[in-house]
């Protein structure tokens, strides 16, 4: 373990105490540290993969299969567009999804610089295909991004969220957070059903000789009450 606590070791705690097992992505200097930290703890197993599409692709079946958090890590600029497909098919399927990208410096972030294959309008890219899009602008925030990040993507309508991470804050050392010890996601519980509109449903039902039940993402989790009779 390294004497030094930075951002890169937040992130990769952080997504081990809320349940994190697998993650996937591609090793870019835009992420290291990050990687280091994950590294480093050998507590959540790192998939790579070919390019950042099929790893977007696969945190997508994660998060739909097993019911949890799926994560993919990118570079910044094309790395990051590369993850799109996944997203947007993360996006239709309501797929709880948090996908983590580095960004150049903050000297050079909205200068439009290209310093190392940055590109202009990247959150707003990633905003355009996720349920949000968020970006860490210090160190002191870091935490609170990634709580607020999880949370938006773990509470229905589930999605995909991105956040950006400039590789100069992950490098940042800082004290390691004493709220990671009793971090728990502040996930809102499910809205109740409106008692009139199942009302509704139940005599529609009741009165149809052959009842049918078309249910979306939404309900993907009741199929065991929506089966009883």
């Not at 952080?14 to 050998?42: K, Q, Y």
């Not at 602008?137 to 609170?144: I, K």
């Not at 499910?190 to 009165?207: H, K, N, S, Y």
Request: aromatic residues 4%.
């Amino acid at each position: 373990m390294s004497e030094t606590y930075n951002v890169g070791d937040l992130v990769a705690e952080f997504l081990a105490r809320i349940g994190v097992e697998t993650c996937f992505g591609i090793v870019s200097v835009h992420n290291i540290p990050m990687l280091d930290g994950i590294g480093r703890r050998n507590a959540i197993r790192y998939v790579m993969c070919r390019n950042e599409m099929g790893g977007a692709h696969m945190a997508d079946a994660y998060a739909r299969v097993t019911g949890h958090l799926g994560v993919m890590f990118s570079s910044t600029g094309p790395g990051a567009a590369n993850t799109v497909p996944g997203l947007v098919e993360a996006q239709f399927a309501g797929s709880s999804m948090l996908h983590i990208t580095g960004q150049t410096p903050t000297k050079f972030i909205d200068r439009d610089m290209g310093s190392v294959h940055d590109v202009p309008g990247q959150t707003q890219m990633l905003a355009a295909v996720s349920k949000v899009a968020y970006r860490v602008r210090s160190a002191d925030e870091a935490l609170g991004v990634l709580t607020r990040a999880a949370t938006e993507a773990l509470t229905p309508p589930r999605g995909p969220v991105s956040v950006e991470i400039p590789i100069d804050i992950q490098r940042t050392v800082i004290k390691r957070p004493a709220q990671l010890d009793s971090l728990v996601l502040p996930i809102p519980p499910a809205l109740a059903p409106d008692e009139a509109a199942l009302t509704d449903a139940v005599e529609i039902l009741a009165r149809a000789k052959r009842p049918m039940l078309w249910l979306g993402n939404g309900a993907k989790e009741a199929g065991a009450a929506a089966m009883r009779r």
